[in-house]
């Protein structure tokens, strides 16, 4: 039996991740041969390992998923399963033909079927064929919508002490968040700081896809989640690496359970 080689091309870990766990699982005749974070290391990846097909997530830092195929050439092609947060591509992707659009977080058993057809799209396609069909698809898909990058996240925050003067804190050393009157209490690595903001605001201003609001009141790093438990009142409580224990809004439990399913 042929194996099929398939690269990853996202930005996200996360979703990097429940794409190997779900391509472990489809086993033969799949086989994953590299990772790529972004445009750069994409191509390169593509040069040394000739994939069959690409995962390609449409919306990354140095570019976007688009950028990347106009940099293909004709020597080598793999077929493409867009992979996108993003529901706005959708139906036209259908409409000008693309292999496959899938929205995060990716269900297992639609993946399978993604790769089916486009094991079915590459046999008897030559290069040259499966490029130009590529460009018509891109083209289509830029036409109907076009792709803004996603507005940059605060990497920081300078926050104003009691005694006078600032503090820095890095957004990636926030662990979680909560509500505390009219300010954010920011817990970081053992200490915490009073932002003057809202949950809302916060969550504008940090990457969504490493942080995570899982009440009206609570927002979290998704790194910092350790478990996903069932409380006693029969919601899920995230607990954290720091050993804290956070409850989940109603409302909030369907979006957890789909951001971790999978990822045990």
């Not at 064929?129 to 803004?148: C, G, K, M, T």
């Not at 996603?150 to 300078?158: D, H």
């Not at 899920?236 to 045990?264: C, H, N, W």
């Amino acid at each position: 039996m042929r194996q099929w080689k398939i690269l990853i091309v996202d930005d996200e870990p996360l979703a990097r991740r429940r794409l190997q766990l779900a391509l472990g699982e489809l086993g033969d005749p799949y086989v994953l041969v590299g990772q790529a974070t972004g445009r750069a290391s994409a191509l390169q990846l593509i040069e040394q390992e000739r994939p069959d097909i690409l995962l390609l997530d449409i919306r990354m830092r140095d570019g976007s998923g688009f950028d990347l195929l106009e940099g293909l050439s004709g020597e080598h092609v793999p077929a493409v399963i867009f992979i996108t947060a993003f529901d706005e591509f959708a139906t036209r992707a259908f409409d000008v033909n693309a292999t496959d659009y899938l929205l995060k977080p990716v269900e297992f058993e639609r993946l399978r079927l993604a790769l089916d057809r486009a094991i079915e799209k590459l046999d008897g396609r030559s290069g040259a064929d499966q490029l130009a069909e590529l460009h018509q698809v891109i083209a289509a898909l830029r036409a109907s919508h076009h792709v803004e990058p996603a507005p940059r996240p605060e990497n920081e925050f300078w926050i104003r002490r009691n005694t006078g003067g600032f503090v820095r804190v890095p957004a990636r050393s926030i662990d979680w968040a909560t509500i505390e009157e009219d300010y954010v209490r920011l817990h970081t690595e053992g200490r915490s700081y009073l932002l003057r903001d809202s949950i809302r605001g916060l969550a504008a201003k940090l990457d969504p896809r490493q942080f995570l609001q899982v009440h009206r009141s609570t927002l979290v790093r998704v790194d910092c989640v350790a478990e996903v438990v069932r409380g006693s009142s029969g919601l899920p409580e995230v607990v954290l690496t720091s050993g804290d224990r956070l409850k989940v809004g109603r409302i909030y439990a369907k979006s957890l359970r789909q951001r971790f399913r999978g990822m045990a």
